[in-house]
C-alpha cells in the first residue's frame, strides 16, 4: 500500500514489476511524442486505473497541434480494474489524458499490453497537406507536403480532428491537395476512436488529386466508434483522368459511419453532404449521403461532366439534391459566348431517386435552367445521369428550314411563363416544309402561362396543329429568378394564355387540323381534376390575310380545357386594304 514506480525519462526498463500500489509518469522537455517511457520485459502487474497518473500533462501539451502521444507502459499483458478511458481533461479545442490498447474498452475491468498519454485536437482543427512550396509558417497553420507515414500515430490514419477520450469531433476541416491518396489509405474529417461521442459538422476536401494505380481508399466526412455521424461534408474538387484508375477504382466516400449497434440513417446519413466543386471529380462508390450538392464555377464548361461514378451509387431523395452559382456561371458562358450552356452533374450506376420531377435551378436572363435525370417518369425512378440543361422562354425567334413532328421557338420545361417568342413557319428557299404540332410559345410544365407569342403562317409551309401561346402549366411561380427558392409556387395565381398572336399569310392548314392564338391544356403529369389551370385565354388574336384551308379544320381565337374563360380573343379576316384571298377558307370552322 502506498507504494509507487515513478517514471520521469523515456526508454526506462525492467525485467519485471511487482508490489507497487500506484504508477506515475512525469512528462518533461526530454520526452517527445512518439517516444516510450517505460519497456517491461517478463512480468507485469495488475492495477487499479484510478492510481496510474501523469503529471506535467498540461505544460506537455502547451502549443500542441494535432495529436501528440507518448507511450506509457509497454510490455506483458495487466488487469486494470475500473477503468475508464472516457476521463481525459479538456482545454479548448483539445483533449488530453491516458487509455489502453484494450480490446474492450467499455468494460471496467480490461486487460491491456499498453498505456498511453494522449493529447489531441478534437475541434476546430484546420489541417491541409499539399505539395505547395513550403514555407515557413506552415506548421504553425496547419499545413504538410506530405501525408503521415502508414506506420505513424492511429494506423497512419489521415484526419483533422480525433478524440480518443470521449469528446465528440467537430468543426475539423481535412484538405488534401494534389497528393496520392491510395495504398489504403482511410481519411476523415472527424474521427472519434473513443466508445462515447459523437462526429459533427466535418469535412474533408479532395482537390486535383492524382491517379494512383492500387490500394483502396475509404474518405469519411466523420466517423464514430460508437456514436452518431452525422451533419459531416465530403468535398470532391477534382481528380486525375476523371475515369482512370485512381479516385475512380478505388475511392470509397462515406458521409458518416457509426459502429454502433443497429445504426440506423440517423447515426450515419443524416444531414451529411456529398459536394462537388469541380469537373471530373469521381469515385468508386459514395454511401451514406443525405444531400448532395454541385457548385458551378468558373473551371466548369459547357458540356463537362462534374461527377463520375464506376461501381456504386446511393439512393437520393431528388429534393436533397441541388446546384448553386447558376448565374455568375451563365453569365461568364455568356461572355464566353455560350448562351445555353449544360452540364452533366453525375453519371455512373442506376439508383432511386425519390420525389422525382424535372426543377427549376434559376432563371438567367431569357434563359431558365433545371436538373433533371435520364427518365420519362416522376416520383420514385431509377436513373444513372443527372444532367443541367437550359431553355429560352422568352424572347426567341425560330424559323425552321426542315419539316419536323414537333417544332416551338421557346420553351419552358421547368415552370416559367413564355412569351414574346416567334415561331415563323415557312419554304426552305423553294422547298415546302411541313408540321405536325407548332408552338410559338411552349410551357410543357407543371406551372407557367403563354402570353404575347407570334405564330406565323407563311407562304410554303404547311402545319397540322399550330399554336401562338400553349401552356400546360396549372399556377404560376412565385419568383424564378429567385437565388433561394425558384422553385416556390404560388397557388393563388392560375397560369392564363393571354396576348398571343395567330398571322396567316399564305402558308397552309392541313386537312382535320387546328390554330389557336391562345390555349390551355391538361397535364398528363397531374391528376384530374388538379391537372389543369383554372386560368383564363383572352385577348389573343388570329389574323387570316390568305392562305389554304384543307377540309375539316378548325380556328380558335382562345381554348380551354378547363373551368376559366376563353373570351376577349378575336379572329380578323382580310388585310387591311379590304382585300381576302383564301378560297377554301369554306372548309374552316372558326
Do not use: C
Amino acid at each position: 500500500q502506498g507504494n509507487t514506480l515513478q517514471v520521469t525519462a523515456k526508454d526506462s526498463s525492467a525485467d519485471a514489476i511487482a508490489h507497487f500500489e500506484k504508477m506515475k509518469f512525469v512528462l518533461g522537455s526530454g520526452i517527445s511524442s512518439g517516444d516510450t517511457m517505460l519497456h517491461i520485459r517478463d512480468h507485469g502487474q495488475d492495477f487499479d486505473w484510478g492510481n496510474i497518473s501523469v503529471d506535467n500533462a498540461s505544460e506537455w501539451m502547451s502549443g500542441a497541434r494535432g495529436t501528440k502521444r507518448v507511450t506509457l507502459y509497454t510490455g506483458p499483458t495487466i488487469q486494470l480494474d475500473n477503468y475508464n478511458a472516457s476521463t481525459g481533461t479538456t482545454a479548448g479545442n483539445f483533449e488530453y489524458g491516458i487509455r489502453s490498447n484494450t480490446t474492450t474498452p467499455a468494460a471496467s475491468t480490461v486487460t491491456a499490453s499498453e498505456i498511453y498519454f494522449e493529447g489531441n485536437q478534437f475541434k476546430n482543427a484546420k489541417i491541409t497537406y499539399n505539395n505547395n512550396t513550403p514555407s515557413a509558417d506552415d506548421a504553425s497553420n496547419g499545413v504538410y507536403h506530405a501525408l503521415p507515414s502508414t506506420t505513424a500515430v492511429y494506423s497512419g490514419a489521415i484526419y483533422a480532428g480525433t478524440s480518443t477520450l470521449g469528446n465528440t469531433t467537430t468543426g475539423n476541416v481535412l484538405t488534401v491537395d494534389g497528393l496520392d491518396i491510395g495504398g489504403g489509405r482511410n481519411l476523415y474529417g472527424g474521427y472519434t476512436q473513443s466508445v462515447v461521442g459523437d462526429a459533427t459538422g466535418n469535412e474533408v476536401i479532395l482537390k486535383n488529386i492524382p491517379n494512383f494505380g492500387s490500394g483502396a481508399v475509404s474518405i469519411y466526412g466523420g466517423w464514430s466508434k460508437n456514436g452518431k455521424a452525422t451533419g459531416n461534408t465530403v468535398t470532391l474538387s477534382g481528380s486525375a483522368g476523371a475515369t482512370n484508375w485512381g479516385m475512380h477504382y478505388f475511392a470509397s466516400i462515406y458521409g458518416g459511419y457509426s459502429g454502433k449497434s443497429g445504426a440506423t440513417a440517423a447515426d450515419h446519413t443524416q444531414g451529411n453532404t456529398l459536394q462537388v466543386t469541380a469537373k471530373d471529380s469521381s469515385a468508386d462508390a459514395i454511401a451514406y449521403f443525405e444531400k448532395m450538392k454541385f457548385v458551378l464555377g468558373s473551371g466548369i464548361s459547357s458540356g463537362d461532366t462534374m461527377l463520375h461514378i464506376r461501381d456504386h451509387g446511393q439512393d437520393f431523395d431528388w429534393n436533397k439534391i441541388t446546384v448553386s452559382g447558376l448565374t455568375a456561371w451563365v453569365n461568364k458562358l455568356k461572355a464566353d459566348g455560350v448562351n445555353n450552356p449544360t452540364a452533366t452533374l453525375y453519371t455512373g450506376p442506376t439508383f432511386t431517386l425519390s420525389n422525382y420531377r424535372p426543377d427549376l435551378i434559376g432563371t438567367v436572363g431569357d434563359y431558365e435552367f433545371g436538373k433533371r435525370a435520364n427518365t420519362a417518369g416522376t416520383g420514385t425512378v431509377g436513373v444513372s445521369v443527372l444532367s443541367l440543361d437550359g431553355n429560352r422562354f422568352q424572347n426567341a425567334t425560330e424559323t425552321p428550314t426542315a419539316s419536323a413532328t414537333d417544332v416551338h421557338a421557346g420553351i419552358s420545361i421547368y415552370g416559367n411563363t413564355t412569351n414574346n417568342n416567334t415561331l415563323n413557319l415557312k419554304d426552305n428557299s423553294g422547298t415546302p416544309l411541313n408540321f405536325m404540332n407548332a408552338r410559338a410559345g411552349y410551357t410543357n410544365a407543371q406551372n407557367g402561362g403563354s402570353e404575347k407569342n407570334t405564330l406565323n403562317l407563311l407562304s410554303g409551309g404547311s402545319v397540322t396543329n399550330g399554336y401562338a401561346g400553349y401552356t400546360e402549366g396549372v399556377h404560376l411561380l412565385v419568383d424564378p429568378a429567385s437565388e433561394t427558392n425558384p422553385t416556390l409556387v404560388d397557388t393563388t395565381k392560375n397560369a392564363d394564355a393571354t396576348e398571343n398572336t395567330v398571322n396567316i399569310k399564305g402558308g397552309t392548314l392541313n386537312a382535320g387540323g387546328k390554330l389557336y392564338g391562345g390555349y390551355i391544356a391538361p397535364n398528363a403529369a397531374l391528376t384530374p381534376p388538379n391537372n389543369v389551370s383554372a386560368g383564363n385565354v383572352t385577348g389573343n388574336t388570329i389574323n387570316i390575310e390568305n392562305g389554304t384551308f384543307g377540309g375539316s379544320t378548325e380556328i380558335y381565337g382562345g381554348y380551354t380545357n378547363g373551368t376559366g374563360k376563353a373570351t376577349g380573343n378575336t379572329v380578323n379576316l382580310g388585310k387591311s386594304d379590304g382585300t381576302f384571298n383564301a378560297p377554301t377558307f369554306s372548309n374552316a370552322f372558326i
